[in-house]
């Protein structure tokens, strides 16, 4: 699929939240293809302190992303709110995923990835709260795909993550 037909014309001064932002990679990434309007939020103030000295990020916003209210974000703050790496089992809680939904607007888009182990089993929460999700009309799929997962460069056991895009709705 297109980039283009996910998310047509899209502004480089849209909002975007990179949650869950480590040192800033996706940061660079997004900055890179001119992107300017990025916040970063970390549950760790040392990650957050590696990422701003690459001056990325407009806000540093030192939080855990958690299955409860977050009042460090107000509701449809953010044009897009990407996730990566940073959504598995016993570090975030599933409905950690519908506080990423409420930070966006309708119209916008929420990307993360979460590990196959993660997602796939019955029981964890994670498939089931995106399925409620879709089934409240809060947001659609746009977009899943199986990727080989490489959290560092020589790994030799083969892992797989799903990439995941929902536009939300309301
Ligand atoms: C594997 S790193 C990914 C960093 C970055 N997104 C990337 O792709 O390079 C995971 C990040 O999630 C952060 N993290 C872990 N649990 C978190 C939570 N509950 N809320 C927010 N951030 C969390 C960690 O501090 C770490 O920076």
């Not at 040392?46 to 916003?61: F, V």
């Not at 799929?141 to 997962?149: A, C, D």
Request: contains cysteine; glycine residues 8%; negative net charge.
């Amino acid at each position: 699929m297109e980039n283009k037909e996910v998310y047509p014309n899209p502004q480089k001064d849209m909002k975007i939240l990179d949650a869950g932002a480590g040192t800033g990679g996706i940061g660079e990434m997004l900055k890179a293809r001119g992107y300017t309007n990025i916040d970063a939020l970390d549950i760790s103030q040392e990650m957050l302190n590696l990422a701003a000295a690459k001056n990325l990020y407009k806000n540093l916003i030192c939080a855990p992303l958690k299955d409860t209210h977050m009042e460090e974000i107000e509701t449809a703050e953010y044009d897009t709110v990407l996730c990566a790496g940073t959504i598995v089992y016993g570090q975030v809680k599933p409905g950690a995923i519908e506080q990423c939904a409420r930070f966006v607007k309708p119209g916008g888009l929420f990307i993360f990835s979460i590990r196959v182990d993660s997602f796939d089993p019955v029981g964890l929460g994670f498939s089931e709260k995106c399925q409620e999700l879709e089934k409240s009309g809060k947001w659609s799929l746009v977009w899943k795909e199986k990727r080989e997962l490489h959290a560092t460069p020589n790994e030799e056991r083969l892992r797989y993550c799903y990439l995941i895009t929902y536009k939300i709705l309301k």
